[in-house]
């Protein structure tokens, strides 16, 4: 069972779309007063859930 996009927290998301808009693991790690490999954990955490939301909620065509 996966959580809800919703729930994911306000880390995550951030990681995830400051790396997307083009700033480095470093720099976004900065941004958010953590580690490089939490802000990747954070933004990977938001990923996985985010597509595992997006697939259950998808209809079956065949």
Do not use: K
């Amino acid at each position: 069972m996966s959580i809800h996009p919703e729930l994911c927290t306000d880390d995550e998301r951030d990681a995830f779309q400051l790396h997307n808009s083009g700033l480095t693991w470093t720099q976004v790690a900065r941004e958010l007063g953590c580690t490089e490999g939490t802000a990747q954990a954070f933004a990977t955490a938001y990923q996985q859930r985010t597509d595992d939301a997006a697939a259950q909620s998808q209809i079956t065509l065949f």
